[in-house]
């Protein structure tokens, strides 16, 4: 099983620079998330899904969108980035059956 | 809203060694999850152990075990027979027990720990 993936592993973006974090999970779940962790910070949740059709806000949504089409994709979409969101995105997904959830390998993003 | 909180940003061990790792946390609710994560160097987020909190009996897997304290909120972890592979940074994490909260992790700040050889 792949798990979950995310795509790219490290990108560089320019400041104004759109783009979309790509994250696929082969697991059937049904939630999905997506968090950016910062030194001394953590990890912050950004949006979260609970199903196809269905997303909401995290903690610090601001600056990101999603959408949910898939059971299986879940993109994060910077619409124009900011040095404020040099970050590591991770996302995760899980299942209501199991407490667990699958993290993603994370995106190391750069804003310059 | 829920916090978790670890105080500690860095700790060190002896390798063969014991540590404990301190987490509270804050909330109101009666019914939720409480986990610690691992992630090393390849940034990879590792779940260690997991605790419910109906459950009175202490989660233990192998070396990992916690102290789950739910009148205080605290949830530590011990590490025994320290080895260089738990060197990594180590976060505490809540879920609520509510429908649809499976994908709402809160974390605290993490905490590095080192492992002396």
């Known amino acids: 099983n792949a798990g979950v993936t995310q795509t790219p592993k490290f990108q560089v973006l320019k400041t104004g620079q759109s783009m979309t974090l790509q994250c696929a999970q082969d697991m059937n779940h049904e939630y999905m998330s997506w968090y950016r962790q910062d030194p001394g910070m953590g990890l912050r949740l950004i949006h979260y899904s609970v199903g196809a059709g269905i997303t909401d806000q995290g903690e610090v949504p601001n600056g990101y969108n999603v959408s949910r089409s898939t059971t299986e994709d879940f993109p994060l979409r910077l619409l124009s980035a900011a040095p404020s969101q040099t970050s590591v995105y991770f996302c995760?997904?899980?299942?209501?059956?199991?407490?667990?959830?699958?993290f993603g390998q994370g995106t190391r993003l750069t804003v310059v | 809203a829920q916090t978790v909180t670890q105080s500690q940003p860095e700790m060190s061990v002896q390798e063969a060694e014991t540590v404990t790792l301190s987490c509270t946390y804050d909330t109101s609710e009666s019914d939720y999850y409480l986990f610690w994560y691992k992630q090393p160097p390849s940034r990879q987020m590792i779940l260690v152990i997991r605790q419910e909190a109906y459950k009175q009996q202490n989660a233990t897997e192998n070396r990992f075990s916690v102290n789950f304290q739910k009148a205080a909120k605290s949830f530590s972890l011990k590490i025994s027979d320290s080895q260089l592979g738990d060197a990594a940074m180590y976060f505490c994490a809540y879920r609520s027990d509510v429908s649809g909260a499976n994908s709402k992790l809160t974390f605290g700040k993490g905490i590095t720990l080192s492992v002396r050889p």
């Open positions: 995760a997904s899980s299942s209501y059956l199991n407490t667990e959830a699958f």
